[in-house]
Each structure stands twice: as structure tokens, then as C-alpha cells.
T-cell receptor, first 112, second 114 residues
């Protein structure tokens, strides 16, 4: 079965360190998205990609970057982690037309 | 603005009671509408979707939703809830204008009590 996997599932890091969260999908979807989920804010879009070499900023992109070198992967990098980036991060993918999203299980990041 | 509004942030109900979780969407959101469920410490999974056709849509776990274009609503219902339905529920709609993005409501926490 096709799926979308995230790693690591849990990570603790220190302020100022670079962190990369991996996302891999086997749906062969063109569209991939990164969200963060925080209490009281719901899901907020960080970055998204509509295909290889395409990346776009979402509503909360400051301090984050992504790159898309193939269809399957969209890693999310925090260049210099801050305590405000402590959150649960979800990767998702979708095909064209309807926009139905398929989500990973999430990565819980704690920045101390 | 393109938006989806979930009118209740928390809904407590007793087991076997009916429940309705309300969702309204703005006119700038397309009529591709979705409900997702998130169980504790898990990702979001699709509960049901409306793409076209019959306005009553049935999903998994006995849930259904009714698309109402005149009221721009897409409310989620279940006639009899179980303890296991305790979760957070998100309404979402595809944005208009060629975007491939979904816009999400802020979620409704459903708590089913014995």
C-alpha cells in the first residue's frame, strides 16, 4: 500500500542547532506539504511543493526551508532551531484536481 | 479571505447520543470539502469528502456530512457516538483560483463520556 512516512517521530534538540525532518511518500503525488500543529492554532502551512524543483512559502515559513530533488521526498530544515519551533510537524501529499491530502504520522520536535 | 470556520472548539457528549460538528466555508473556498479525524498522538486521516453529486456524504465509522450550498455549510453528524469517537475533527476545503492547497478549520475536540 502507498504511504507517507516521517522521521524521526520524536526529536529533542538545542536552540541554534540545525534540524532536518524527513518526509517520504510512495503515492507518486506531485504535491507535498509541511504543516505545524500547535494548541489553539490548528494546522498552519509552512512550505509546499507542486513538483520537483518547485518550492513555495506558506503562512509560517520564517526559519524553515525545503528542497525537492525528487518526487518522493520533501525534507524540512530548521536552519537554527528556536524554542518557538517546538511543535508537532506533519507532512502531507496530494494528487491534482481535488486536493485530498494524505498525512504522515507526525514528528514531535522539542527545542530546549 | 479564503476560510473554513468550525463553530465549536469543544463538543462534549454522552455515549450513544447523536452529535453534530459544524463547519462553514467562505464563498472563495471551492466545493471540494473534507472532514479529517485525528486520534491522540496520530496523524490526520480522511473521514469523508464531498466532491460533487449527492449532498449527503457517508464516511467511515458511521459518520456522514451534508453539503449545503445555500448556507455554505458542511456539517458532520453521527446518530450514536462511541467512546472511541473521542478525537479532534478538522473540516477543510480546497482553495479556489488554481491552488492545490487545502484550508483547514481550527478543529473541534469531540469528547465522548460514558
Amino acid at each position: 500500500d502507498a504511504e507517507i512516512t516521517q522521521s524521526p517521530r520524536h526529536k529533542i534538540t538545542e536552540t541554534g542547532r540545525q534540524v532536518t525532518l524527513a518526509c517520504h511518500q510512495t503515492w507518486n503525488h506531485n504535491n507535498m506539504f509541511w504543516y505545524r500543529q500547535d494548541l489553539g492554532h490548528g494546522l498552519r502551512l509552512i512550505h509546499y511543493s507542486y513538483g520537483v524543483q518547485d518550492t513555495n512559502k506558506g503562512e509560517v515559513s520564517d526559519g524553515y526551508s525545503v528542497s525537492r530533488s525528487n518526487t518522493e521526498d520533501l525534507p524540512l530544515t530548521l536552519e537554527s532551531a528556536a524554542s518557538s519551533q517546538t511543535s508537532v510537524y506533519f507532512c502531507a501529499s496530494s494528487g491534482r484536481v481535488y486536493g485530498e491530502l494524505f498525512f504522515g504520522e507526525g514528528s514531535r520536535l522539542t527545542v530546549l | 479571505a479564503q476560510s473554513v470556520t468550525q463553530l465549536d472548539s469543544q463538543v462534549p457528549v454522552f455515549e450513544e447520543a447523536p452529535v453534530e460538528l459544524r463547519c462553514n466555508y467562505s464563498s472563495s473556498v471551492s466545493v471540494y470539502l473534507f472532514w479529517y479525524v485525528q486520534y491522540p498522538n496520530q496523524g490526520l486521516q480522511l473521514l469523508l469528502k464531498y466532491l460533487s453529486g449527492s449532498t449527503l456524504v457517508k464516511g467511515i465509522n458511521g459518520f456522514e456530512a451534508e453539503f449545503n450550498k445555500s448556507q455554505t455549510s458542511f456539517h458532520l453528524r453521527k446518530p450514536s457516538v462511541h467512546i472511541s469517537d473521542t478525537a479532534e475533527y478538522f473540516c477543510a476545503g480546497k482553495t479556489q483560483g488554481g491552488s492545490e492547497k487545502l484550508v483547514f478549520g481550527k478543529g473541534t475536540k469531540l469528547t465522548v463520556n460514558p
